[in-house]
């Protein structure tokens, strides 16, 4: 059973910063891009961030120049550092990926989430 976990979330200041790890278990053969979301209380959940195996990313224009990608491809595991945080950016943030745990059988996981929240 291939799963993800994340974790690294918590209480911050506004102006402060937080790194969020997400890493992937089980039997796993690959993982193509390897993605954040994020959804706030009453609100649709929103992409946030993305990395492809060959480390190419993509960022939501709220995050672009705050927040950064990254992956370590020997451990299955995405980060996420999050710098000059806002209020808005308080919301539960969840990973996703799309698993292989052979060469033909992908299974697309999500995490269950870890809560941010930025408040003075």
């Known amino acids: 059973q291939v799963q993800l976990v994340e974790s690294g979330g918590g209480l911050v200041q506004p102006g402060g910063s937080l790194r969020l790890s997400c890493a992937a278990s089980?039997?796993?053969?690959?993982?193509?891009?390897m993605n954040w979301y994020r959804q706030a209380p009453g609100k649709q959940r929103e992409f946030v961030a993305y990395?492809?195996?060959?480390?190419?990313?993509g960022y939501a224009d709220s995050v672009k120049g705050r927040f950064t990608i990254s992956r370590d491809n020997g451990k299955n595991t995405v980060y996420l550092q999050m710098n000059s945080l806002k209020p808005e950016d308080s919301a539960v943030y969840y990973c996703?990926?799309?698993?292989?745990?052979?060469?033909?059988?992908?299974?697309?996981?999500w995490g269950r989430g870890t809560q941010v929240t930025v408040s003075s």
């Open positions: 996703n990926a799309m698993i292989y745990s052979d060469y033909k059988t992908g299974h697309d996981r």
């Open positions: 990395i492809t195996s060959g480390g190419s990313t």
């Open positions: 089980g039997k796993i053969f690959s993982i193509n891009s």
